[in-house]
C-alpha cells in the first residue's frame, strides 16, 4: 500500500475504522494516488481495502466545499477490464440500460438483486478476467450506494454511506489480449507491434501523440 505523496508504506494492520482513519490522516491527507497490491478474495485485504474506501470518501465529503459540484473518488480494479466499462457504468446508474438487449439491461434498485446481475453479466457476457467478485461484494455494493446518494440530497454526517461519489473503472487490458505479450512476442520488434494495436488500434493504452504515450 503506497501513496503518490506518502513516502512510507503503510501495513495492513487490523481493519478497523479507527485505524483507517489514523491512516488517512497520518499517511494519506494530501495524496492524489493510491496504489493498493493485493492477494485477490483474501478477507482481511478486502475488509481494509473496504473500509479504507469508505473512510477515505468520508474525508473527501467532510473536505469539500459548500458548492454544488459532487466531491469523487476514483476506483480502479484490475477485477475488470476497460471492455467492461458499460457493464460497471449501468451497475452503478451513471448510464442507463436496455431492456431490450439482454445483454445492456437495467439493474435491480435491490442491492442483492443488483450485485447478483452483475456477477452474471460478468461472468456470461464478458468471461475475460475470471476473478471472483462475491468476496468484494460490500465494497461494490457501497460504491454503488454512494452514486445513489450524491444524486439526492446528502446523508446525515455520521451516516453509513459517505456523501461522496465513488467511480468504480476498469483498467486493463481484456486477460485473453494482454496474455498475447508472453506468448507471442518474444522481441522488441513484436512488442512495439503488439503495443501500437492496443493504443492506436484497440484504444486500450493512449496513442501515438498522446502526452502518456511514452510514459
Not at 477515505?56 to 477485477?79: F, Q, Y
Not at 439493474?107 to 443488483?114: G, I, K, M, S, Y
Not at 465513488?166 to 522488441?188: M, T, W
Request: aromatic share 8%; charged share 25%; proline share 5%.
Amino acid at each position: 500500500l503506497k501513496s503518490s505523496t506518502a513516502s512510507s508504506t503503510a501495513g495492513l494492520g487490523k481493519s478497523t475504522p479507527s485505524s483507517v482513519r489514523q491512516l488517512l490522516s497520518k499517511e494519506l491527507q494530501h495524496a492524489k494516488l493510491l496504489y493498493f497490491g493485493e492477494f485477490h478474495s483474501e478477507p482481511r485485504i478486502v475488509a481494509f481495502q473496504t473500509e479504507l474506501i469508505k473512510e477515505w470518501a468520508k474525508c473527501l465529503a467532510s473536505s469539500a466545499g459548500s458548492d454544488s459540484v459532487p466531491t469523487r473518488l476514483h476506483l480502479i480494479m484490475e477485477h475488470f477490464s476497460i471492455d467492461m466499462q458499460p457493464l460497471l457504468d449501468r451497475y452503478q446508474r451513471l448510464e442507463n440500460g436496455d431492456d431490450a438487449d439482454v445483454h445492456h439491461q437495467s439493474f435491480p434498485e435491490n442491492e442483492d438483486a443488483a450485485f447478483e446481475q452483475l456477477t452474471s453479466s460478468y461472468k456470461n457476457d464478458y468471461g475475460t478476467e475470471g476473478h471472483d467478485l462475491q468476496p468484494y461484494r460490500e465494497l461494490l455494493q457501497l460504491c454503488r450506494q454512494t452514486t445513489k446518494k450524491a444524486s439526492g440530497s446528502c446523508p446525515e454526517k455520521n451516516h453509513e454511506v459517505p456523501c461522496c461519489e465513488v467511480y468504480v473503472h476498469g483498467g486493463f487490458i481484456p486477460r485473453n489480449l494482454a496474455a498475447r505479450l508472453n506468448k507471442e512476442c518474444p522481441d522488441v520488434e513484436s512488442k512495439r507491434i503488439f503495443f501500437d494495436e492496443m493504443s492506436n488500434d484497440r484504444g486500450y493504452l493512449p496513442r501515438r501523440g498522446d502526452a502518456m504515450y511514452s510514459a
